[in-house]
């Protein structure tokens, strides 16, 4: 049989796949594709085989795109893609913040019932550990959709935001990822099609950028932000001995909006992960002007490379960070050349007390920030103590918890049940609803513009890196303490406001003399966590 | 029945909710959903009465979701969401100017041939009456989604522009609003997630807005623009003794596209309308520094609040208004201070005779319209005469009608019987159809890019503002009277287009020699309105 | 039978036509409608037919809504559009670039089992034509959507972007068109709601821009680059007798995202044509101050005006091109003048060897650039020789072939049968498919930003125009040849990249020592084309 034949049988068999696909209207089983492949008439045992093996390919593909793609029901409605870890389906197509809600109003109607005192205490307690699991804004370990772990490290995609809520739909373009890399650890060589803003979040390593004719090499470490553009090719190595490297990221996509893709010019575990794997042979002996032997040994070794992650020696780690930072080479040539990381601790905080520190980066500081859209926050918050409650004037924030426990809460607008709904499509004459959540390392809550926020430290303190998206500046306005927005109202408008007298509102308002970080809350139930 | 038994019978009622919408594949009838709320075992009368709230509820929350998002037929084309006044959902599901085009040819057609000599003047007379309902470039007082209706005032805002129709999808950031307050009212104060264009149509007041650090008091009255930028606190207030305040906005949204939320600090119905009430009390505590009593007698009064106007007295006024306009405080303080407003009669008028006066505000002339990217005009076009022929350049503008009544044509390039699909695909070789509508104070028209138009005042002088969107800049084209596009081309290029003579065609094209504004027409038919 | 009674005929038959689309659920047969027409009780025999030319139109309108917009499948995943030339239903519903990688996965194995030992060359022979056909980045004559010809000219406009793959969502708004004008040809007046860059391909023309209150004529020629904003109006004379004036033209549409129309002030084809056409009579007479007689010899005259392009006699295109470049009119106006066209020969090549010349033009060279936010570059590769493997660092790039023949490689990311799907779904350790495509002249092909490609020119020279979309400059990386990527990574970097000697990747990825230009592939299997 003559690959010609063969052609025709490959087609066939495609054409049982996508029958069996088109006829049944929905995701064939992976069942009921295979065994229409062992039916197939006038197909030896290789086709057959082959046939199955398609099936699972097209499975894959396809539950890759739920993940990845909009789905919609029956009647039309934009189905949240499914996430692993979450049960009921039916849940699933029914909006998760109205459930959310659901859930805390009926525990805080049963507070009230058994006759609890403290009813929003113990209420929100209870919804602490519900919400959290439902809320569309609180990303943890499950919304990770790409994993790539080795013993030298792991690199970690969080999904994209539209495949959670469609209220993310106007920060689609932005990423966040992390990247861990053990002690004397090399990360292979590759470009990316997106912008991206690099935080240090621990450790000490050494990053080259390859740029259009000149490279630089920067020693980064802990507290370092970094600004590598779309496409330049990129290497880097943890240089210390005992600290591991972790660095977290937003990424801008520049092609496909929120769709990511790397490339390596080397493959990094067969040589199909090698850009160069695509191209003709011909084509790349012309290229490199040399014989198909000498590319094969370079670009199709006969044992596996070992993966983006290689451990390295000392000596390795001595030539490849003995350079100064920031050299570029070859000397001389500046054109295009980036000014490296900025060192946030730099900047004098903007608020500092001894329950909290703020530091600041936007693009009058640093400004590659105004390149990639995105300014740059960091809060400390001692033990025991909290920040807000505040909003963010502009920015869409992704906060993202690089230390630490702690507590969070939101105000969100929302229908509530006395209201008439034709009233608060647009917001109008609102209710607001909590959504609240447990934070811990690697926590990613993201916060819409204008939306009050309450961040609280746990028995430890809490470090938390925020990203401002689609704005390069830091604007926040705090709705307690010290320069609290009501305390700027004149006192006519506080009377009129609150509708008692304006030296009893004063009294509240204006108790609490710290800025933006205070003494944490008596909690009265039992503590969390 | 403790509270862990009620959560699990909370959860078989939600679950039967669930199943119920999941089922039937569509929305569930409320009455339905109560039935299986009643049917269900082991459920307590008020855990039934708890089920019939949530199917109410949940039906809201889907009316809702219908108005706000997108809807899909079963073969996948996207409905326009109903609206309100909106007949036969047949008709719906077909693109609305297409039907408006339809109508009008049958309706020219008959007109041809019932021997009416003036057929465009009456085919286009009866037409009127029945496209203004149909068209989606117009909006009237039905499609307004949202309104606040009381004694002191009201606010109204314009369906989100998709909803109407994919042709404005490249403006879907936009939102159109209205604010309207009677004498001697204090607007409570709140802040938005969007970038704010506040155009003063009659009246006076006091704004005043809560920037970072200090505070901005401005008087507004009649041809005042102001820019509000996203998350700023504002309150404001009548202090006329008369007449009514009413403005007109352009809301440019930050966070999730065309989707707005208004945020309260001080509750305006009831105490869960205050962004406050959904933090937990320990958290209020903490950040406020003080307890339970004193936060609930300002955030949890006994009695309401009485909603987002209030009725104020002189004395009230006089201390509300009484400080300088663009005054500062605290004083000294000049970081994020804003320029406050720009009466738009300061510029010279672009175009002026006995017709009609336009004026034109750029971020040239205000600079703060480049970050909303908003362009102003206002056109006063004296009873009986017209604007235009003419067309926008870049800018899709929403045409806002301020005072009087009028009526207005556009051409909009559309598919004709005779010509085949596949020409007129991008609109080559396309021939134009007319969407007219009657204009009246609250009348919305939205007028793409390069559209051409003609706005005719009626028996009273017409007033519109123009807000023309994604630019700063106004640059429009006549198409008839003095620099017309056509008087522009060269001899030989005339000649060449019309195939007729030159001097003929310049006899017609450089007839007319007022500019933008010409006495209007003399209507045929009935008079309109 | 009066209008009154014909216009309920008229919305029974509408109604018809509706309830035929609205009960099957999917586009009525157009013969399923026409039998309804003939159906109708109480209709005359006119009324019949004027119902089966609805039929028609609306069938038209709803082909013309495929191609332009979303359509979902009943479990809701979008359909790509049907396109002309493509064959089976079943197909259009799977992904295209899985189709394609999965055919040449299955021609490689076959290559492989048949003992091939030139395995990648001969197996991407073969999928050569296959993949092209299929591909979606790679547009020919038949994707084309809209096409205007006669005798003197014509113009195409390919397809939106995002009708051919939602790959395109970041680029949607652009629009590539060609216009071909024969010698002695005017072009009749226009303009567009979109920014246009235009490449004079061929040819030499007159162009004249009508601005605001100026007219600016210019010369055009091969080689000259010319921006033309949205809404100025502009015609065109093909000033040579014998050459043909070609254009390529980037647009970047300002109003609904990807949709163009085009506004034609005098009737191209018929009176409809003419944009005055869609206003009423006496608005028109009032406007011209003139009577319906001299309006209607100017817009609406007995004999056919003769369609977008017109032939003109030696004369005429003295008169139409003896002015200067450049001229504006009235003299001494200078507001919103336009610079002209710049002629990309003018900047000294970036790059030149005997293999290939690459012209760039960016903003910093033409500053319109900024305006339209696109690179440009050229593209002319040696017959014989190849250009890359390169890769461009932000720009989604749109590649028109103008000249000659030759063949298309690209690495496309792709999920492969070996990865787990998890794994892939951001793009981490992928693997990368080829795509390939033949090249001819009007060949389009869309390369996102990060893609590895390299261009081969056949047997004569290719000329391959270049718009780098969503940027406006030109930034890219060579994969091979002098400056390569890699040449640039330290001696570890790259030892530990490869996992050999540094000395012997050396030897290879420095041997070839041409910049980006390079002497082509001796082809092994049968020449290509």
């Not at 113990?122 to 994993?147: L, M």
């Not at 230390?403 to 939101?410: A, I, R």
Request: net charge positive; aromatic share 10%.
């Amino acid at each position: 049989m003559g690959v010609k034949a063969n052609v025709c049988v490959f087609f066939l068999l495609c054409l049982a796949v996508v029958l069996v696909s088109g006829k049944t209207g929905r995701d064939p089983e992976i069942g009921d594709c295979k065994i229409k492949c062992e039916q197939l008439r006038g197909a030896e045992q290789d086709e057959k085989l082959r046939c199955k093996s398609q099936c699972e390919q097209q499975y894959q593909e396809k539950q890759r795109q739920r993940r990845g793609r909009a789905r919609y029901t029956k009647d039309g409605r934009r189905v949240p893609p499914r996430l692993p870890g979450n049960g009921s389906q039916g849940e699933q197509e029914r909006p998760q913040c109205f459930q959310t809600c659901m859930k805390k109003q009926f525990q805080e109607h049963q507070g009230r019932r058994s006759g609890d005192t403290s009813r929003r205490g113990r209420g929100s307690q209870t919804g602490r550990q519900q919400q959290q699991s439902n809320n569309p804004y609180v990303f943890q370990e499950e919304h990770f959709t790409a994993k790539l772990e080795t013993e030298q490290g792991n690199i970690r995609f969080l999904q994209k935001f539209t495949d959670r809520s469609d209220l993310f739909q106007g920060i689609e373009k932005y990423r966040v990822a992390f990247l861990e890399a053990e002690p004397q650890t090399f990360v292979m060589p590759n470009h990316f099609d997106a912008d991206a803003l690099i935080y240090v979040q621990n450790g000490e390593g050494t990053i080259t950028l390859i740029n259009e004719d000149s490279r630089q090499t920067y020693n980064i470490k802990r507290g370092d932000i970094l600004h590598v553009p779309a496409g330049l090719s990129v290497y880097l190595i943890n240089r210390n001995n005992n600290e591991r490297l972790v660095l977290a990221k937003i990424l801008h996509t520049v092609s496909v909006p929120g769709e990511l893709q790397t490339f390596f010019s080397v493959g990094v575990e067969n040589p199909e992960s090698s850009i160069f794997n695509a191209f003709s042979t011909e084509v790349l002996e012309a290229a490199f002007n040399t014989d198909r032997d000498s590319l094969e040994r370079l670009f199709n070794p006969q044992q596996q490379q070992g993966g983006v992650f290689k451990k390295v020696t000392e000596e390795q780690i001595k030539q490849l960070t003995g350079k100064e930072e920031g050299q570029a080479w070859p000397f001389g040539k500046k054109k295009g050349q980036k000014k490296g990381p900025y060192n946030i601790y730099k900047n004098k905080p903007s608020v500092a007390n001894e329950n909290g520190v703020l530091y600041e980066v936007d693009s009058d500081d640093f400004n590659e920030l105004r390149d990639i859209n995105v300014a740059f926050s960091l809060y400390n918050i001692t033990q025991g103590s909290m920040a807000g409650p505040f909003y963010h004037a502009k920015a869409t924030v992704a906060l993202v918890v690089t230390k630490g426990e702690g507590m969070f809460e939101m105000a969100c607008p929302h229908l509530s049940e006395l209201q008439q709904s034709y009233r608060t499509s647009t917001g109008f004459n609102p209710s607001y609803q909590k959504v609240s959540a447990n934070l811990r390392r690697g926590t990613v809550v993201v916060v819409p513009a204008g939306h009050p926020i309450v961040i609280e430290a746990a028995n430890q303190d809490l470090e938390i890196v925020s990203f401002g998206l689609k704005t390069d500046k830091n604007e926040w306005f705090p709705l307690a303490g010290r320069d609290n927005v009501m305390s700027q109202w004149e006192d006519e408008a506080i009377e009129l406001a609150f509708g008692v007298p304006v030296k009893e509102v004063q009294q509240v308002i204006q108790k609490q003399n710290q800025r933006l970080f205070f003494k944490g809350p008596v909690r009265r139930g039992r503590a969390f966590v």
